[in-house]
């Protein structure tokens, strides 16, 4: 049986007075991904900001690499080697794109290959076409490539993609697709929060529906493909 590097358990998390998760149950193993797939305001967003810590569990528990990580700080989450690309992407406008892949490097841990501007630029070769340009001259498909590429600056074991493809020219989707793959390749286990079922299909191992704050599904990506009842009821607009 695969290494879960990311087990979260029972979480329960909202806004305010505002209950948004209701103990919430997911695993993501080493080398995999796992796509966690609803519609708009169920609770993916909310989800990964409390497993990253921006949103600290009422209940419940995160542990990621054998450790508990339940209520750290975001920082000390990310240096464990979690790393995030939140949907409004965060890059740096008034640097260039060379500037910001230098904002996240981190030094690897373990025996992985780290990961190099180089590298990177053959996995996003817009990037490396546009490295002395200002982030805020980009695109926003461009924008979001960066932001990944940032975030794999810091050598992360796991990355947490929300929302990789929304809003995004069909070209660019597929390059979202390739990198996914491409991090999957590398042996970095990836959760992704997604609506589209082509692009979660295109890169995913396993899959999670989630509804109301509450997980409706859980399974292989084949499985959620053949589940027309599933499909219709939570994923369908």
């Known amino acids: 049986m695969a ?4 087990e979260v358990s029972g979480v329960t998390a909202g806004y305010g007075p505002a209950e ?4 919430v149950d997911l695993t993501l193993e080493r080398g995999e991904v796992a796509a966690l797939m609803g519609r708009n305001g169920a609770g993916k967003s909310t989800t990964m900001k409390a497993i990253m810590g921006m ?5 419940g528990q995160v542990r990621f690499a054998g450790q508990d990580i339940t209520g750290w700080a975001p920082y000390r989450i990310a240096r464990a080697g979690l790393g995030y690309v939140p949907e409004d992407r965060r890059i740096f406008t008034d640097l260039t794109v060379a500037e910001n892949l230098e904002v996240g490097r981190r030094p690897a841990q373990g025996a992985r290959a780290a990961w190099t501007v180089e590298r990177l630029y053959e996995i996003f070769p817009n990037l490396a076409e546009m490295r002395g340009r200002r982030a805020a001259a ?12 940032r975030t794999l600056m810091g050598n992360p074991e796991a990355v947490l993609l929300d929302e990789p493809s929304e809003g995004l020219a069909p070209v660019i989707v597929e390059l979202m697709a390739e990198a996914v793959l491409r991090m999957k390749a590398e042996g970095l286990a ?7 079922l082509d692009f979660a ?3 995913s191992d396993r899959a999670y529906v989630i509804e109301k704050g509450s997980i409706r599904f859980a399974g292989t990506m084949a499985a959620l493909e053949a589940d027309d009842h599933i499909r219709t009821t ?3 607009v």
């Open 55 to 59: 949103l600290p569990p009422r209940a």
């Open 201 to 203: 299909a295109a890169v």
């Open 20 to 23: 948004v998760l209701f103990g």
């Open 234 to 236: 939570y994923l369908t």
């Open 138 to 149: 980009m695109s926003g498909g461009e924008q979001q490539m960066l932001t990944i590429a």
């Open 190 to 196: 990836v959760l992704l929060s997604e609506q589209s």
């Open 3 to 6: 290494e879960a590097v990311l």
